[in-house]
């Protein structure tokens, strides 16, 4: 059964610091990865989607990168506002399956 | 457009009476699906459809039921509900569901329906 795991749960950075959140699954055989917003109360926002033949996916001043083959993605936030405060989800589809596998999120919050 | 939406915002029920969330969607997308949000859990499927008249089960459908009679329209109908359901649902749907190579498969998610059983 695939697993996702987001590390850290939690973390507080100043703002306009660079950072790096990290996701990690346990099945390679992944479709696709996307990462999610969510603010208190809302729902997902679909920010990054990278096809398993992808290496990486840019908007604005966010990055995803994915290997695959180690089983990991990382989504870098770069000059970090005030305005990014959120919880950060990583979700994998497996080839063949419908299914989306969450991690738990990654709860950033940063200070002005 | 206005997306995908969900009602009601926010439910109590007692244990053992039933209701349905409504989710419509107005983006002619083929793909919709469940989610239930818990605390510690993440987000996990509950039911989803590939187009109308196509649904399956997802990781924890037992006490759910739904339905696809039109593409706009899935409504997730709680039986009988229990303490234990008591979560936040969110719907999602999805425009291509891995049809060719270009897939869209962005994720569009409604704002959720908080629901408590006493």
């Known amino acids: 059964k695939q697993e996702v795991t987001q590390i850290p749960a939690a973390l507080s950075v100043p703002e306009g610091e660079n950072l790096v959140l990290n996701c990690s699954f346990t099945d390679s055989a992944i479709y696709n990865l996307q990462w999610f917003r969510q603010d208190p109360g809302k729902g997902l926002t679909s920010l990054l989607l990278?096809?398993?033949?992808?290496r990486e996916q840019t908007s604005g001043r966010l990055n995803a990168s994915l290997d695959k083959s180690s089983g990991r993605s990382t989504l870098y936030i770069a000059a970090s506002q005030p305005g990014d405060s959120a919880t950060y989800l990583c979700a994998v589809r497996e080839a063949g399956s419908y299914q989306l596998t969450f991690g738990k999120g990654t709860k950033l919050s940063v200070i002005p | 457009n206005a997306g995908v939406t969900q009602t009601p915002k926010f439910q109590v029920l007692k244990t053992g009476q039933s209701m349905t969330l409504q989710c419509a969607q107005d983006?002619?997308?083929?793909?919709m699906s469940w989610y239930r949000q818990d605390p510690g859990m993440g987000l996990r499927l509950i039911h989803y459809s590939v187009g109308a008249g196509i649904t399956d089960q997802g990781e924890v459908p037992n006490g759910y039921n739904v339905s696809r009679s039109t593409t706009e329209d899935f409504p997730l109908r709680l039986l009988s509900a229990a303490p234990s359901q008591t979560s936040v649902y969110f719907c999602a749907s999805n425009p291509r569901w891995a049809s060719g190579e270009k897939t869209t498969d962005t994720q569009y998610f409604g704002p959720g329906t908080r629901l408590t059983v006493l």
């Open positions: 983006m002619n997308h083929e793909y």
């Open positions: 990278i096809q398993s033949s992808q």
